[in-house]
């Protein structure tokens, strides 16, 4: 909704995975650079995943290159194998939050009805 923000396009690799794994969400994007000239709208690709997601990919890049598009058969599998743990991880990384979160808010509550002044005890 900022008006000096333009969202050229957007690729869910979340819901629709690559199939070596990788999950993410990119978005490219159009912003004002801000010269002397005067302002100059920018390409930008904003790639938002996880610490776990972020490392993987950073080794599947690594390996992309070394062997320019072309990795052993053995390693591509073991990178899918990786994609499929992190993934997992991730997953209960989010349920053990989700508890966490729910279990400070039902404290929270608690504590909140503990704070309250019962009417009967004052008469």
Same mark, same amino acid.
């Given at each position: 909704?900022?008006?000096? *923000?333009? *969202?050229?396009?957007?690729?869910?690799?979340?819901?629709?995975?690559?199939? %070596?794994?990788?999950?993410?969400?990119?978005?490219?994007?159009?912003?004002?650079?801000?010269?002397?000239?005067?302002? *100059?709208?920018?390409?930008?690709?904003?790639?938002?995943?996880?610490?776990?997601?972020?490392?993987?990919?950073?080794?599947?890049?690594?390996?992309?290159?070394?062997?320019?598009?072309?990795?052993?058969?053995?390693?591509?599998?073991?990178?899918?194998?990786?994609?499929?743990? *992190? %993934?997992?991880?991730?997953?209960?990384?989010?349920?053990? %939050?989700?508890?966490?979160?729910?279990?400070?808010?039902?404290?929270?509550?608690?504590?909140?009805?503990?704070?309250?002044?019962?009417?009967?005890?004052?008469?």
């Amino acid at each position: 909704k900022q008006s000096d *923000v333009t *969202v050229l396009y957007v690729k869910d690799y979340i819901k629709y995975p690559k199939p %070596n794994g990788y999950k993410s969400y990119h978005m490219v994007i159009t912003i004002p650079i801000y010269l002397t000239d005067g302002p *100059v709208d920018t390409k930008v690709e904003i790639q938002i995943r996880t610490i776990a997601m972020d490392f993987w990919a950073s080794l599947e890049h690594k390996i992309y290159y070394k062997f320019e598009g072309n990795a052993p058969a053995y390693l591509q599998q073991e990178l899918k194998a990786c994609a499929d743990v *992190v %993934n997992m991880l991730d997953g209960k990384m989010f349920s053990l %939050n989700q508890a966490i979160l729910e279990l400070s808010e039902a404290q929270q509550r608690e504590t909140a009805g503990e704070d309250m002044i019962d009417e009967d005890e004052l008469t």
